[in-house]
């Protein structure tokens, strides 16, 4: 039987090498064929994509440009109007690619989708005073509201479901905030880049901009014509090529702005002259100087509060990323060391969910590990943390988990409801955890000591069966 089930074995991975090797050559012989991709880019889209001085320019271009440096053929960036205009161009075959396009099953019917290649926060633009909190907002708080959103994104269906709110669609965002600057909306919503973008060249003083932190980070993925399924696997190998640390810089690059300060000193000439007077020139010039200058520095904090939310956030679930995580534990050991009271860190890791990835597809993985967060967000206390390592792996900070009892209590209780099944676009999808615990100061004196017991306990957990905890140090 298992000499049987070897060569079995042996047979899929011949098969396997074989289909791989002949979607490679198909790949390789099909852009021998094509001399050119015509990339779509819609209007009003910067800082990700926009045409100046007759050139493609953004975070969109340069990633395309990365994810395509070892093709043969040449990328012809072609205007294709608003959004929707765009959906309909790569639907006609009127253009090839589109960039930064999220996932739906109506989509799928006239274009294909490579793997995701980022991830985009939504937020939204609001009058100070709206009861909104510092640098971010929930979906619940544009209830009993007009909300203005581009038509065709993603997000209008969330916000289309909530209580009392009145969507109103928009070509572009340019529409958008000219509504929301005549009060005929009392929100408008886009991608974050693009906000930052459009508050850097038209400054707002009276808006308050915050992320939506409750909508899941927008996954993005390049479109591509639904004949040209070829092309999908080129470009995915191309995604793959592209480290972490150069989409890090090019995100920086495009979207951390800083907002312009006060006004020119041609306008301040302008009202000078029209006052007539030197003296009233000085009282004039100082007065809505400083009163200018006020409100574009108040502007200017909310959005590098944002740009801080982006660096210090995992884009798709919206938790904390490894940079605060370390902190927080840093920050966590620092008292703990003073007060020499013990804490917990818990190293997880989804079981199961390559294989979800590899079956459905990373649009359905992606909203996976968005669902599996927020369940353990609402499993934790306020005084808890948890963040995203990387991948399905997950870091939690116990700082008042003062015995081995405790932590174990809580590791145990996440092991049974994050194995409860996931409603996944209308699939039931199951995933299990394995969990490492280790306590400070017994399994670790400093962050990386802690980190690695919790990360070897977890890995006993997976060769114990997984769907279970191992305590650091525990071998039994």
């Given at each position: 039987?298992?000499?049987?089930?070897?060569?079995?074995?042996?047979?899929?991975?011949?098969?396997?090498?074989?289909?791989?090797?002949?979607?490679?050559?198909?790949?390789?012989?099909?852009?021998?064929?094509?001399k050119e991709i015509r990339v779509g880019v819609?209007?009003?889209?910067?800082?990700?994509?926009?045409?100046?001085?007759?050139?493609?320019?953004?975070?969109?271009?340069?990633?395309?440009?990365?994810?395509?440096?070892?093709?043969?053929?040449?990328?012809?960036?072609?205007?294709?109007?608003?959004?929707?205009?765009?959906?309909?161009?790569?639907?006609?075959?009127?253009?090839?690619?589109?960039?930064?396009?999220?996932?739906?099953?109506?989509?799928?019917?006239?274009?294909?989708?490579?793997?995701?290649?980022?991830?985009?926060?939504?937020?939204?633009?609001?009058?100070?005073?709206?009861?909104?909190?510092?640098?971010?907002?929930?979906?619940?708080?544009?209830?009993?509201?007009?909300?203005?959103?581009?038509?065709?994104?993603?997000?209008?269906?969330?916000?289309?479901?909530?209580?009392?709110?009145?969507?109103?669609?928009?070509?572009?965002?340019?529409?958008?905030?000219?509504?929301?600057?005549?009060?005929?909306?009392?929100?408008?919503?886009?991608?974050?880049?693009?906000?930052?973008?459009?508050?850097?060249?038209?400054?707002?003083?009276?808006?308050?901009?915050?992320?939506?932190?409750?909508?899941?980070?927008?996954?993005?993925?390049?479109?591509?014509?639904?004949?040209?399924?070829?092309?999908?696997?080129?470009?995915?190998?191309?995604?793959?090529?592209?480290?972490?640390?150069?989409?890090?810089?090019?995100?920086?690059?495009?979207?951390?702005?800083?907002?312009?300060?006060?006004?020119?000193?041609?306008?301040?000439?302008?009202?000078?002259?029209?006052?007539?007077?030197?003296?009233?020139?000085?009282?004039?010039?100082?007065?809505?100087?400083?009163?200018?200058?006020?409100?574009?520095?108040?502007?200017?904090?909310?959005?590098?509060?944002?740009?801080?939310?982006?660096?210090t956030h995992d884009e798709l679930t919206g938790?904390?990323?490894?940079?605060?995580?370390?902190?927080?534990?840093?920050?966590?050991?620092?008292?703990?060391?003073?007060?020499?009271?013990?804490?917990?860190?818990?190293?997880?890791?989804?079981?199961?969910?390559?294989?979800?990835?590899?079956?459905?597809?990373?649009?359905?993985?992606?909203?996976?590990?968005?669902?599996?967060?927020?369940?353990?967000?609402?499993?934790?206390?306020?005084?808890?943390?948890?963040?995203?390592?990387?991948?399905d792996e997950f870091v939690v900070i116990l700082?008042?988990?003062?015995?081995?009892?405790?932590?174990?209590?809580?590791?145990?209780?996440?092991?049974?409801?994050?194995?409860?099944?996931?409603?996944?676009?209308?699939?039931?999808?199951?995933?299990?955890?394995?969990?490492?615990?280790?306590?400070?100061?017994?399994?670790?004196?400093?962050?990386?000591?802690?980190?690695?017991?919790?990360?070897?306990?977890?890995?006993?957990?997976?060769?114990?069966?997984?769907?279970?905890?191992?305590?650091?140090?525990?071998?039994?």
């Open positions: 039987m298992n000499r049987a089930l070897a060569i079995v074995s042996v047979i899929l991975a011949a098969l396997t090498v074989l289909l791989s090797n002949g979607y490679a050559g198909e790949t390789e012989g099909w852009l021998e064929d094509y819609p209007e009003q889209l910067a800082p990700l994509i926009s045409i100046k001085n007759s050139q493609a320019e953004g975070l969109d271009v340069d990633l395309v440009k990365k994810f395509t440096r070892e093709f043969s053929v040449k990328i012809i960036w072609k205007p294709c109007g608003h959004w929707q205009d765009c959906l309909n161009a790569i639907k006609s075959k009127e253009i090839d690619v589109l960039t930064s396009v999220s996932y739906s099953v109506e989509r799928n019917q006239f274009m294909d989708f490579t793997q995701r290649y980022w991830s985009m926060p939504w937020a939204a633009v609001s009058l100070n005073g709206q009861q909104v909190r510092s640098g971010s907002i929930g979906l619940k708080q544009l209830s009993n509201s007009k909300v203005g959103v581009v038509e065709g994104y993603s997000i209008e269906s969330q916000i289309a479901q909530l209580s009392g709110t009145q969507l109103i669609q928009v070509d572009d965002i340019q529409q958008g905030m000219s509504l929301f600057r005549s009060r005929a909306v009392n929100f408008y919503v886009d991608g974050l880049p693009m906000l930052v973008h459009e508050l850097q060249q038209k400054p707002l003083p009276s808006a308050e901009l915050s992320v939506i932190d409750d909508a899941q980070g927008e996954a993005l993925y390049l479109a591509v014509r639904d004949d040209w399924k070829p092309l999908v696997m080129a470009l995915n190998q191309g995604i793959d090529s592209v480290s972490d640390d150069e989409r890090s810089q090019l995100k920086q690059k495009w979207y951390g702005f800083e907002l312009e300060q006060g006004w020119s000193h041609e306008e301040l000439l302008d009202i000078a002259m029209k006052a007539g007077s030197v003296v009233l020139l000085i009282i004039v010039g100082f007065a809505v100087w400083n009163s200018r200058l006020r409100k574009e520095i108040k502007l200017r904090k909310a959005a590098e509060r944002q740009i801080r939310h982006v660096a938790l904390p990323n490894r940079n605060l995580m370390r902190d927080r534990l840093e920050q966590t050991l620092s008292q703990n060391e003073r007060t020499k009271k013990l804490f917990a860190v818990l190293f997880l890791d989804l079981d199961g969910f390559k294989k979800i990835n590899d079956d459905f597809g990373h649009s359905f993985g992606d909203e996976l590990l968005v669902k599996a967060a927020h369940r353990m967000n609402s499993l934790l206390r306020r005084s808890d943390t948890v963040c995203r390592h990387g991948g700082p008042t988990a003062d015995s081995v009892g405790s932590a174990l209590a809580v590791s145990r209780k996440l092991v049974v409801q994050l194995a409860k099944p996931y409603k996944v676009k209308k699939k039931s999808l199951d995933i299990s955890v394995s969990i490492g615990v280790s306590l400070y100061p017994q399994h670790g004196l400093t962050v990386d000591e802690l980190l690695r017991s919790a990360d070897k306990a977890m890995y006993r957990a997976k060769a114990a069966g997984k769907n279970d905890v191992r305590l650091a140090g525990d071998d039994g």
